[in-house]
Nanobody, 129 residues
């Protein structure tokens, strides 16, 4: 089955850090642009970070810029999301998925998320004291 397997979520206090992992199963990451998305309770799913095929083009939602870092390791077939200085509003289920194109912004990622493929089950992140 072609999908991502997300891990690394959990409960963390405000100001804390988490590192999410997304490992590809059945396909090779180096052929795709990858996006991290999140869905907060009662809200639509939104794009938070993206990385291009080569791992050099990056984009971030304004709400996470300077706090989150997306990276990928092609040898491990895994993409990461390092999340620092977490806030309660970062709470949600985090997913990753791929597209053949790298959008210029996370706003575009959000609009075209129907084009993304190989969604995993997501990993829950809860930021609370």
């Amino acid at each position: 089955q072609l999908q991502f397997v997300e891990s690394g979520g959990g409960l963390v206090q405000p100001g804390g850090s988490l590192r999410l992992s997304c490992t590809a199963s059945g396909f090779t990451l180096e052929h795709f642009a990858i996006g991290w998305f999140r869905q907060a309770p009662g809200k639509e799913r939104e794009g938070v970070a993206g990385i291009d095929h080569f791992g050099r083009g990056l984009n971030y939602a304004d709400s996470v810029k300077g706090r989150f870092t997306i990276s990928k390791n092609n040898a491990e077939n895994t993409v990461y999301l390092q999340m620092n200085a977490l806030k309660p509003e970062d709470t949600g289920v985090y997913f990753c998925a791929v597209d053949s194109q790298f959008p210029m912004s996370t706003e575009i990622m959000t609009r075209i998320q129907g084009n993304y493929r190989y969604w995993g089950q997501g990993t829950q992140v809860t930021v609370s004291s």
